[in-house]
C-alpha cells in the first residue's frame, strides 16, 4: 500500500513539473500563434477579447462584434414569448441582453443602483426612439443579478437557445445581440456602451 502511495506521489510530481514546462501559447483571432507581447499588445487596444483557448494551456482572442443570419427567428421568438409570457411583435428587431453568469467583469466596478437604472433607461428610451421596442434581459445563470432588482426583469435563456446561436464562450461582463425581422444579426461580446446596442439596432430596423 505504502509502494503504491509512494508511487502516485511520484508521478504527480514528475506531471506537475512536465506541465509547467509547457508554458501558455497565445493566439489571434485567426487561431494563428503569437508571442505572448503581442497578445497583450493587442488585446489592450480592446478591439478584441481574450477567450478561453482550446486547451488550459491557451489563450486566444476572438473579435468583440459578429454578423451573420439565423434560419429560425420565429423559434426564438416563440420561447422568448413562452418565457416571458408576453407577445413580441415580429415586425421590430429583437435586442437582447445576455448576462452569462457571475465573473469578475460583472461583479466588480463604482456602479451604484441609481447609476445602473439612469444607464438603462437611456438605453430603453434610445431603443424606442429607433425602433418602438424594448431590450430583453436574458441570463444563463442568475448569480449576481440581485443588483438589478427593481430596475430590470430578468429571464432564464429558454432552452439555452440564445446562448446556443449567439454565445459560444462566457464572455466577460455582459453582451448583446439585436436581430432584425428578417433573421440578420449584430452580436456584440463582453462589455458595452449604450452607443454599441442603439448603432446595431438602427441597423437591424432597417
Not at 497578445?39 to 481574450?50: D, G, K, M, W, Y
Not at 446561436?165 to 439585436?178: G, K, T
Request: hydrophobic share 30%; glycine share 6%.
Amino acid at each position: 500500500m505504502r509502494k503504491t502511495l509512494l508511487s502516485l506521489a511520484f508521478g504527480i510530481i514528475i506531471y506537475s513539473c512536465s506541465s509547467s514546462k509547457i508554458g501558455t501559447k497565445y493566439f489571434n483571432e485567426n487561431n494563428i500563434e503569437i508571442s505572448k507581447s503581442k497578445f497583450e499588445q493587442i488585446r489592450s487596444t480592446n478591439e478584441l477579447l481574450e477567450i478561453p483557448g482550446d486547451s488550459i494551456n491557451h489563450k486566444k482572442l476572438t473579435l468583440r462584434e459578429k454578423r451573420g443570419k439565423i434560419k429560425n427567428r420565429a423559434l426564438l421568438e416563440s420561447l422568448l414569448e413562452k418565457e416571458m409570457n408576453i407577445e413580441l411583435d415580429s415586425t421590430k428587431p429583437l435586442v437582447i441582453i445576455y448576462y452569462p453568469g457571475k465573473d469578475r467583469c460583472n461583479s466588480s466596478g463604482s456602479a451604484t443602483k441609481d447609476s445602473r437604472k439612469i444607464w438603462y433607461g437611456q438605453l430603453e428610451d434610445g431603443i424606442k426612439q429607433i425602433a418602438e421596442t424594448k431590450p430583453i434581459y436574458i441570463y444563463k445563470e442568475n448569480d449576481g443579478l440581485k443588483k438589478y432588482d427593481g430596475i430590470l426583469t430578468w429571464y432564464k435563456d429558454p432552452e439555452g437557445i440564445v446562448e446556443r446561436l449567439f454565445f459560444e464562450y462566457h464572455y466577460p461582463c455582459n453582451s448583446f445581440v439585436v436581430i432584425s425581422k428578417d433573421g440578420n444579426y449584430i452580436s456584440y461580446f463582453g462589455e458595452f456602451g449604450k452607443n454599441y446596442v442603439l448603432e446595431a439596432t438602427q441597423l437591424m430596423n432597417k
